[in-house]
């Protein structure tokens, strides 16, 4: 069956450094890959979309890769600040040729920057 | 932050109760979505709209209803809640031009919680 994972444990880092989460994909063969970031409470807010036939994209001090051979999208947080913690969620396009937006979203990665 | 809305944030409700959870936007997209969260849980796709007088269910099975009468307007119903559907309905909406992989916008949700 289509499956999405990512980190369930929290990732703790401190202030300044790199964070990096991970979002695996098994029997998906995603065309795109998204990233949000949800705060408690609130609805989930749009981050950096990648395609199959792009390695990388970077927005600011975020980078997100994809890699459809090891069906892994990795996205990068560097010079982290505590505003950045959050629960990031990856989001894959499951419906390939299909006529809407049929995202998947995994269950999120809780990210804590401390000062 | 992207002009979606949901009413109310958060709702209280006995069993047997019928209820709307209302959803606007004001940015003229064509496709509309419903998600349903549980607490550190995936987004479920409940109900989508490709626009005026299109609705179609989602992935995950929902005894909701929905309708689109109007370009802005997607309000979800519950004809008869039960303890079930205590969850957060999130609603969302993207662009139809151009894109399948335009990203999501989503509404804060409502908290539903059905004694």
């Known amino acids: 069956s289509q499956k999405i994972e990512q980190n369930s444990e929290a990732l703790n880092i401190q202030e300044g450094k790199t964070a990096t989460l991970t979002c695996n994909y098994t029997?998906?063969?995603?065309?795109?890959l998204q990233w949000y970031r949800q705060d408690p409470g609130r609805g989930p807010v749009f981050l950096l979309l990648i395609r199959e036939n792009e390695k990388e994209k970077r927005k600011e001090r975020l980078k997100v890769t994809f890699d459809t051979t090891l069906k892994q999208s990795l996205f990068h947080i560097t010079a982290s600040q505590p505003a950045d913690s959050a629960t990031y969620l990856c989001?894959?396009?499951?419906?390939?040729?299909?006529?809407?937006?049929?995202?998947?979203f995994g269950a999120g990665t809780r990210l804590a920057v401390h000062p | 932050e992207a002009d979606i809305y949901q009413t109310p944030r958060y709702l209280v409700i006995g069993t047997g109760k019928k209820i709307t959870l209302e959803c606007s936007q004001t940015?003229?997209?064509?496709?509309m979505y419903w998600y349903q969260q549980d607490p550190g849980m995936e987004l479920h796709l409940i109900h989508y709209s490709y626009g005026v007088n299109s609705t179609e269910k989602g992935d995950l099975s929902s005894e909701s209803t929905v309708s689109r009468i109007r370009t802005e307007h997607f309000p979800l119903t519950l004809e008869s809640a039960r303890p079930s559907h205590t969850s957060q309905y999130l609603c969302?909406?993207?662009?139809?031009?151009?894109?399948?992989?335009?990203?999501?916008?989503f509404g804060n949700g409502t908290r539903l919680t059905v004694t």
């Open positions: 029997n998906y063969s995603p065309a795109y």
């Open positions: 940015m003229g997209h064509d496709k």
């Open positions: 969302a909406s993207s662009e139809a031009r151009g894109a399948r992989n335009s990203p999501l916008h």
């Open positions: 989001a894959l396009d499951s419906a390939r040729g299909g006529g809407y937006n049929k995202l998947i």
